[in-house]
């Protein structure tokens, strides 16, 4: 599965409709996920802009549309349990999922490796 | 700053935090399973950036009642007690922890981030007594929980079971000599280990490689943030500050206003001992998901007027509830806690959220 991801530490599958999570980088440095507030299905987004939160023990991060579109569907099993993102961020950690009308500014596998080494 | 210990945190793959000028573990995986142990089994924690002072001489004990609002004078050799140091004016400076290690020397254990502040007060308070003050570079390793006392015992010499809460005797591991206190910061039974710099390493690894079979875990700050907030424990710049009284903050019992000789604050805490309450600090429970954090106000949930203010919260491991503490200025209205702009409802609960079973 390819995916894509912002610098904001989301990663998005290439499918229509696109899953979003963030990435197990983005997991590891939030610690233990306490909470999440994930987008409702319908609503619409816009790339870069908030979209839900997620909590942490020690802090409060916003989550961002990775594109535009129409959210079909969130990850119920993570807003009852979100200590999934921590222990399975690309799989069933996933967040919610998108139909895709205008994709944001995505960077590639290999431009996001070079962004969370730098 | 680093402390004895920081090149195992870095072997460990300890996330690293800034603390008070140190660079200290934050949490070694995840917080909330360091947690959990520390409940259930054990947990070794390195404090090796806590402010430590000797004061030493033939009036310690007379200097240490006159610098503190406890009267340190009564306690015998062994014991320790928990104490404030406070202004002039009733404020608390810091929260410490006072170990009389013999009839003419005291160990004061202090916040790190008020060890200067505490050794600027101290040196002025004890001044005009004979009493010196040293400030020490000296380890400290706490190990906390159930477990904590049967781990300890298979490598240390000191006689544990007869050794009470608050008390301190002298004892070695593996030969290195050492104070053991059982003392702690998270609600369980534990000791504090205060170890020499340079054997801080060799202690460390004696009891890891002990305790792991029996469920011994590293434990980061983050842990030991939400354990001392699940005991009701007050933390320094949170609920402590120089513009909070030991009677708002609930810790009246420590001022000893019957100290026959004068103390610094005595007027000012005689005076706040009698005045009515503006506020006090209450423990929160949340029924919804988000976490209550310190600086979040506490509002009439039906009025939404402003009541007081969140000093600490977390969601609490043991009971998968976020928790808070908070200053009120009453408590006859439906509380809530308003959580970026949203209104989350909020019930009293006793301090502490959790004790430990004494079975």
């Known amino acids: 599965m390819s995916l894509s991801y912002t610098a904001e530490h989301e990663w998005i599958t290439g499918e229509e409709p696109a899953t979003v999570g963030i990435t197990a980088y983005a997991a590891e440095a939030l610690g233990d ?18 979209c839900g939160e997620l909590e942490s023990t020690k802090s409060v991060s916003e989550l961002y549309a990775p594109v535009t579109g129409t959210v079909v569907a969130r990850n119920e ?3 009852d349990d979100p200590s999934l993102i921590n222990s399975d961020p690309q799989g069933a950690g996933w967040l919610f999922t998108v139909a895709v009308t205008e994709s944001g500014e995505l960077l590639t596998e290999e431009a996001y490796q070079a962004l969370i080494s730098a | 700053m680093r402390t004895a210990l920081y090149e195992h945190h870095l072997a460990l793959g300890a996330t690293l935090t800034d603390y008070a000028g140190w660079r200290m573990p934050l949490r070694y995986g995840s917080e909330s399973a360091e947690h959990l142990a520390v409940r259930k089994a054990a947990g070794l924690f390195d404090l090796g950036h806590m402010g430590q002072f000797e004061i030493h001489g033939p009036e310690a004990a007379g200097a240490l009642d006159f610098a503190l609002v406890g009267r340190l004078s009564e306690l015998v050799v062994g014991q320790a007690r928990y104490t404030l140091l406070c202004q002039s004016d009733g ?29 600027d007060a101290l040196s002025v308070r004890l001044a005009g007594f004979r009493a010196d003050l040293d400030r020490l570079d000296r380890s400290l390793i706490a190990i906390q929980g159930p477990s904590a006392a ?10 544990l079971g007869g050794l009470p809460y608050y008390a301190v005797i002298p004892g070695s591991i593996n030969g290195i000599p050492l104070w053991v206190a059982r003392t702690g910061y998270t609600g369980e039974d534990g000791f504090e280990l205060y170890v020499p710099a340079e054997h801080a390493s060799a202690v460390w690894w004696a ?34 500050t120089c513009d909070t009284t030991p009677y708002d903050a609930g810790l009246g019992r420590v001022v000893r206003l019957d100290k026959p000789a004068d103390f610094v604050g005595r007027a000012a805490l005689t005076a706040a001992a009698e005045a009515p309450r503006s506020r006090r600090l209450v423990g929160l429970v949340s029924a919804g998901r988000r976490v209550l954090r310190a600086g979040q106000p506490v509002v009439d949930l039906r009025t939404g007027a402003h009541l007081g203010v969140v000093t600490s919260g977390a969601v609490s ?7 808070a503490m908070a200053y009120v200025s009453t408590v006859n209205a439906p509380l809530a806690v308003d959580v970026r702009g949203s209104l989350e409802p909020v019930e009293l609960s006793p301090l502490p959220f959790y004790r430990r079973s004494t079975s």
Not at chain 2, 150 to 159: E, K, P, R, V, Y
Request: hydrophobic fraction near 45%; aromatic fraction near 4%.
């Open chain 1, 33 to 50: 996920i306490v909470y999440v507030e994930l987008p409702e299905p319908g609503t619409e987004l816009k790339a870069g802009e908030t």
């Open chain 1, 77 to 79: 099993a993570v807003v």
């Open chain 2, 91 to 119: 404020g608390i400076l810091d929260d410490l922890i006072c170990y009389r290690l013999a009839e003419d020397r005291y160990l004061v254990v202090a916040n790190a981030a008020n060890t200067s502040v505490v050794s």
């Open chain 2, 150 to 159: 049967g781990i300890l015992a298979l490598i240390c010499d000191a006689h």
């Open chain 2, 207 to 240: 009891l890891t490689t002990t305790g792991e079979p029996h469920g011994l875990r590293s434990a980061g700050l983050a842990c030991r943030d939400t354990l001392r907030l699940e005991a009701g424990m007050p933390l320094y710049g949170h609920e402590l």
């Open chain 2, 317 to 323: 491991p043991v009971l998968g509830r976020p928790i």
